[in-house]
């Protein structure tokens, strides 16, 4: 058995039963205070202390999984115990192979086991990164409908820490992920001020639209002016960049769509245009070789029959 494809075979289990657990860890729901405390991990502290990670590597990563919106106390625990059992996994079935393969495949063997260990360290970082640009791009899309509802609430006569309770009620079902940040600073703002909590949103998921949006509540808030205008003028400004940004996406699929479209119709057009030519030169091509083929066995038949020259005695 080839000790390459062994490893590959293994690591591929690994990372597909690690994929499941990363999906039952990071999607199970946020707990409230009735419902009691989170219980415990027992297995994920230990499993991330072997594979540590720097302090500004972990606060990059937490500001990664909040973006990602994993706001679990045992999220960043979690996943660094997922990337340390991806890596130790990779360097055990590695080892493993070494010991019972030939001597002569121990360089594939090792580098096979270099290359998995490195994907095995850096996968969940992707993973977790395109999570968090998806949802970032999500919130995007929803603020203009999370500032004309909050907009609609202040002009009906509440006030802004209502405002935007009610604004996550509201939008709930269109943006899950809006109105869980509407929720999460709702409560922030329970617990310490508003301005808090409009600051905590914005250093938290670090948006340049959020943040802006984030500055504008919190001047609103700090200088107690109407920002029910503000508000809707900031929407249709953030509906016209979300509009321009869809059309220079347009533009760039249209461009990066120009060279499989020229190479299709190339092929096509030289086809059509070279193939009857090409066709008929190579029937001319097989009617030459026939007559040529013809001639030869002519004088190779005429060479090994030749004619009987006639005798002496019939002269006369």
Sequence with gaps: MNPSLVIISLFLIALALVYGFMRVLFDRPLKTDSEGPEPPDVFAPDLAAMLPALPE???????LLWTAGRYRPSSLTEY???RAILVIGAVIATVLLVVTAPIEQLPIVLGFGAALAFLGFSMPRVILSSLASARANRIKGALPMAMDVIGLCLTAGQNLLASLKRSAEEIRDTS?????ELQIIHQQARMHSLETALIQWADRLDIPEVRSLALLLVQSDRLGTDMVNTLLEVAESQRVLQR???????NRANFWMLFPTLFCLWTST??????PVYLEFWQYRREQMKSLLGNASGQVKRSNNPTTPPASGDKN
């Design 57 to 63: 590597t972990r606060r990059e990563l937490q500001r």
């Design 244 to 250: 321009q940004r869809a059309e220079t996406q347009a």
């Design 176 to 180: 899950p992920d809006m109105a869980l």
């Design 80 to 82: 660094l115990a997922v």
């Design 270 to 275: 030289a086809l059509i245009l070279i193939g």
